[in-house]
Each structure stands twice: as C-alpha cells, then as structure tokens.
Nanobody, 114 residues
C-alpha cells in the first residue's frame, strides 16, 4: 500500500522560506517520478515541481528560481525548498508519486502572510 506523508508546512511571512518533506512507503521509490502540486482555495490543483527517477526537474513558471525540488532515494523522501515566498504561494501542497499509476499525499497547508 502506497503511503505519502507530507510535513513542513506552516505560516511564514512574505519573503520567508519553508522546506516541505514527503516520506514515501510501499513503492520502489527510486523508480518513481515524484512531485509537488498545490491547490489554493477556489482554484484547481496545479503543478509546482516534479523530479524524475533520473533527477530531471520541471518547475511551474511561477516558482522557477524560488523553489527547488530534490530527492533522497536512501530515505525515500522528496523535498521542496521554498524561498522568497509570496502570498500567492498560499495553498495546500500535495506530494505526488507516479509511474504506472499515481498516488497522492493528504496535503500540508502553507500560508504566506504578514
């Protein structure tokens, strides 16, 4: 059974930083594309960043240069380092694991506000 558990969300002031973590179990982690998506109130879920098994990365235009996705295959964990946070980054952030099928975490709230 696939399980993705996110952590690291919270309240941060504009310009601040947060690091999200997603611990995976029940999958052969190193073979999966991992990613982060987010959903703000009243909006559709959108891609934030993905990282393939070969560590190729892809970012949404809105976060490029501010966010960095990385993975540690020894720890079955994917990270999202978020810098220079803006109020429009406020959303629930979901961890994603994809190969032949997709799995999602429960989400972690990120709120950027002064």
């Amino acid at each position: 059974q696939v399980q993705l558990v996110e952590s690291g969300g919270g309240l941060v002031q504009p310009g601040g930083s947060l690091r999200l973590s997603c611990a995976a179990s029940g999958i052969f982690f190193s073979m999966y594309t991992m990613g982060w998506y987010r959903q703000a109130p009243g909006k559709q879920r959108e891609l934030v960043a993905t990282i393939t098994s070969g560590e190729s990365t892809n970012y949404a235009v809105s976060v490029k240069g501010r966010f960095t996705i990385s993975r540690d295959n020894a720890k079955n964990t994917v990270y999202l380092q978020m810098n220079s946070l803006k109020p429009e980054d406020t959303a629930v952030y979901y961890c994603y694991a994809g190969r032949l099928s997709e799995s999602w975490g429960q989400g972690t709230q990120v709120t950027v506000s002064s």
